[in-house]
């Protein structure tokens, strides 16, 4: 059984990440079609969402480092800050008609979701080993919680005030205030002086073991996969002229799919083992890609969408469970920060690819770029499956 300083810190964690993910899927939800209405040229309708992936790989490196040096509630608090000050400056963007501002205002929130990256490592980081995954879970199961508050803040507050989605963006600096009471009352033990100091081994080093390359390789090509349809839907759905509430609909269910496995995924990860669920992850991205390209209409989206969430989770968590088993305590700072800025570098090429692939092919041409990506991640587990069993 879990210690209760564990539980709690897990439960406050969790209760984070349902707020950075109110704050992700509003954003996500919203940027493209503001972009769209703000962009003097089109083809950079999805900037605004690459900016805010941008911001969170820029940012990466940093707030490990930081965590490291001054412990995780000083560099969630931190995160907190700058997602007040990222819906702020998208508020104002919107009001001045500004997209620039907005790219400035997206950017920031993306650093406010590099430190929240990090709730996950920070649960995992506090428990027994044979409980990892099953923190990483729970952790992540809070973003059911932005799954459907985020979509429906973005859909009754899209026309509370005069301008077209500015109370919208102000929700999500209320949001990420709330986030910042929440992190003020975690109590996660800091590394010991001798641990902040070790730089442990090279990263070269640590980056050249199968299970490492597997892990990152998983994580990266699954968010990349993930992000490159997801950034382009609302998009789509607004070029196939259903309503903003009908993407509202398919969005809450993208991220039920996304987050809510996360109650059973450490589970299933104890029992099969983390490659066989990270396989399941990529099967079920291919039958996401398999639905969209038979039709458009709102259930071919729904559909296509959950199935990509959940691949997402069994990808996501497999490949966060694996990388715990490559590094030490004083490396994890480097290991940690290291994987999300890989993922997030490839979550942002996706996000930049996905609004002009959208504009210049089509709906149907950006699912087919998306298998090269699933296979590729199927192939990296399926070898170090062999490997293993060899």
């Not at 990509?308 to 994890?332: A, D, R």
């Not at 692939?357 to 699912?367: K, S």
């Amino acid at each position: 059984m879990l210690e209760s300083p564990l539980q709690r810190n897990v439960a406050l964690l969790s209760a984070c990440q349902g707020l950075l993910l109110c704050n992700a899927v509003t954003m996500i939800t919203m940027n493209g079609l503001v972009g769209y209405q703000l962009a003097a040229d089109k083809r950079l309708a999805t900037l605004p969402v690459t900016a805010y992936v941008i911001g969170t790989t820029l940012t990466t490196l940093p707030a490990a480092w930081f965590m490291k040096r001054h412990g995780r509630r000083a560099g969630f608090m931190l995160g907190s800050l700058l997602g007040i000050a990222g819906g702020l400056v998208c508020a104002q963007a919107v009001w001045l008609q500004s997209f620039w501002l907005l790219c400035l205002g997206t950017l920031l929130a993306g650093a406010y979701n590099a430190f929240g990256q990090q709730y996950r490592f920070a649960a995992a980081d506090m428990a027994p080993p044979d409980w990892k995954a099953k923190a990483i879970s729970l952790t992540l199961a809070g973003g059911i919680l932005g799954g459907v508050l985020g979509p429906e803040t973005g859909k009754l507050t899209r026309d509370l005030l005069s301008t077209p989605f500015m109370a919208s963006y102000a929700a999500l600096a209320g949001f990420a205030a709330v986030a910042l009471l929440i992190t003020s009352r975690l109590s996660i033990p800091p590394l010991s002086a001798a641990d902040v100091h070790d730089p442990g081994r090279p990263i070269k080093e640590i980056a050249a073991q199968p299970a490492f390359i597997v892990a990152v390789a998983a994580a990266s090509l699954g968010y990349g996969t993930m992000n490159l349809l997801m950034s382009a839907t609302p998009l789509a759905m607004d070029l196939c002229r259903h309503p903003f509430a009908d993407t509202a609909f398919v969005f809450e269910w993208h991220i039920i799919g996304m987050y809510g496995p996360s109650f059973f995924t450490g589970s299933l990860i104890k029992r099969f083992g983390v490659l066989p669920i990270m396989l399941a992850g990529s099967g079920l991205m291919l039958a996401c890609v398999a639905i969209a390209l038979t039709g458009v209409s709102v259930m071919h989206f729904w559909a296509a969408l959950l199935l990509l969430g959940i691949g997402w989770n069994f990808l996501y968590i497999g490949g966060t469970s694996l990388l715990t088993e490559t590094y030490v305590p004083c490396e994890k700072a480097k290991v940690q920060g290291g994987n999300d800025f890989l993922v997030f570098a490839t979550q942002g090429v996706s996000s930049l690819a996905s609004g002009a692939i959208l504009v210049r092919e089509g709906w149907e041409a950006l699912n087919l770029f998306a298998l090269p990506m699933i296979a590729l991640a199927s192939c990296a587990t399926l070898w170090l499956a062999w490997r293993r069993r060899a």
